[in-house]
């Protein structure tokens, strides 16, 4: 029976292999394990950051930009010949709706009885409302031509008014007479007042006309539903018929609201009006040009 015998030289080319085996496997098994951690992002995949120092994910951050607001048209909605019996049912709604407006005061009128005066400080303590000048006699209680053809008569009389009701602002409406003397614009329409409005601009007053007036007969009641006063505002707009683009002043009259039917319609007006988004009300004192 032949027994199997090893030779020292095979013992020693053995222990060779095992110590070269032994020396070597643990720098290998670094490399491999750093080749997988460098394995490339593949298409798909989301890239995050980490913060060296806490190890968080940081998400970038894509800013939306919102589209931009379209542009309202403006306007202002302006109240003549107060007070009267009429403005305190103006004032009363213009409160519940929460609009601004604009009233052109008559200074005799703020005097002339005990509910006018009381209904004087009602408009002094209300908030976001102008109160302008509509003279102090309404042009010589409406004797129009003798009023305009003296041009000192004019002055006189709106310096009167600004002085007795203590007005913050200098802007003016004339009686009888739809003029403009406002940074650019320069209107008239009867040409025997221009002397007279061209004396209240060098006065230092700023005149204020109006692009639409919502109408009354003869008996104070309206003439015009509030439906078609906002229609005809449509049409003015579209028709670019406004003495400053995108901005319409609308004329009203204290008096003709003292009557319950046409309160009621002035209400309704407002109420749709601010239904529609493409206007906002603002007060005369923010009309372009007004402030100067």
Same mark, same amino acid.
């Given at each position: 029976?032949?027994?199997?015998?090893?030779?020292?030289?095979?013992?020693?080319?053995?222990?060779?292999?095992?110590?070269?085996?032994?020396?070597? *496997?643990?720098?290998?098994?670094?490399? $491999?394990?750093?080749?997988?951690?460098?394995?490339?992002?593949?298409?798909?995949? $989301?890239?995050?950051?980490?913060?060296?120092?806490?190890?968080?994910?940081?998400?970038?951050?894509?800013?939306?930009?919102?589209?931009?607001?379209?542009?309202?048209?403006?306007?202002?909605?302006?109240? @003549?010949?107060?007070?009267?019996?009429?403005?305190?049912?103006?004032? @009363?709604?213009?409160?519940?709706?929460?609009?601004? $407006?604009?009233?052109?005061?008559?200074?005799?009128?703020?005097?002339?009885?005990?509910?006018?005066?009381?209904?004087?400080?009602?408009?002094?303590?209300?908030?976001?409302?102008?109160?302008?000048?509509?003279?102090?006699?309404?042009?010589?209680?409406?004797?129009?031509?003798?009023?305009?053809?003296?041009? @000192?008569?004019?002055?006189?009389?709106?310096? *009167?008014?600004?002085?007795?009701?203590?007005?913050?602002?200098?802007? $003016? *409406?004339?009686?009888?007479?739809?003029?403009?003397?406002?940074?650019?614009?320069?209107?008239?329409?009867?040409?025997?007042?221009?002397?007279?409005?061209?004396?209240?601009?060098?006065?230092?007053?700023?005149?204020?006309?109006?692009?639409? =007036?919502?109408?009354?007969?003869?008996?104070?009641?309206?003439?015009?539903?509030?439906? =078609?006063?906002?229609?005809?505002?449509?049409?003015?707009?579209?028709?670019?018929?406004?003495?400053?683009?995108?901005?319409?002043?609308?004329?009203?009259?204290?008096?003709?609201?003292?009557?319950?039917?046409?309160?009621?319609?002035?209400?309704?007006?407002?109420?749709?009006?601010?239904?529609?988004?493409?206007?906002?009300?603002?007060?005369?004192?923010?009309?372009?040009?007004?402030?100067?």
């Amino acid at each position: 029976m032949e027994t199997s015998t090893t030779s020292d030289d095979d013992e020693s080319e053995t222990h060779v292999y095992y110590n070269y085996i032994y020396k070597y *496997r643990i720098p290998v098994l670094i490399v $491999v394990y750093l080749f997988a951690c460098t394995k490339p992002v593949q298409e798909g995949q $989301v890239k995050m950051k980490h913060s060296p120092k806490n190890n968080t994910v940081k998400k970038e951050t894509v800013q939306v930009v919102a589209p931009p607001k379209k542009k309202k048209k403006k306007i202002y909605l302006t109240f @003549d010949d107060g007070p009267n019996k009429g403005t305190q049912n103006v004032l @009363d709604i213009v409160k519940d709706e929460k609009i601004p $407006v604009t009233f052109f005061i008559i200074g005799e009128h703020v005097y002339a009885s005990v509910n006018q005066n009381i209904t004087w400080d009602s408009l002094l303590t209300t908030q976001g409302i102008d109160i302008c000048s509509h003279s102090y006699t309404h042009a010589l209680h409406n004797h129009y031509e003798k009023f305009y053809e003296s041009p @000192d008569t004019v002055i006189s009389d709106f310096n *009167r008014a600004q002085d007795s009701l203590q007005l913050k602002n200098n802007i $003016v *409406r004339t009686p009888g007479r739809n003029t403009w003397r406002m940074d650019s614009i320069q209107f008239t329409d009867l040409k025997k007042s221009k002397a007279a409005v061209d004396s209240l601009q060098k006065a230092g007053f700023t005149v204020m006309g109006w692009d639409l =007036e919502w109408h009354f007969d003869k008996d104070l009641a309206l003439t015009n539903t509030a439906d =078609e006063v906002l229609k005809q505002i449509d049409s003015v707009f579209n028709n670019k018929r406004t003495r400053t683009p995108e901005n319409l002043v609308l004329l009203a009259h204290d008096q003709v609201y003292h009557k319950s039917k046409d309160s009621a319609e002035l209400r309704q007006f407002i109420q749709k009006l601010k239904l529609k988004d493409e206007y906002e009300l603002l007060l005369a004192t923010s009309y372009p040009g007004a402030s100067n």
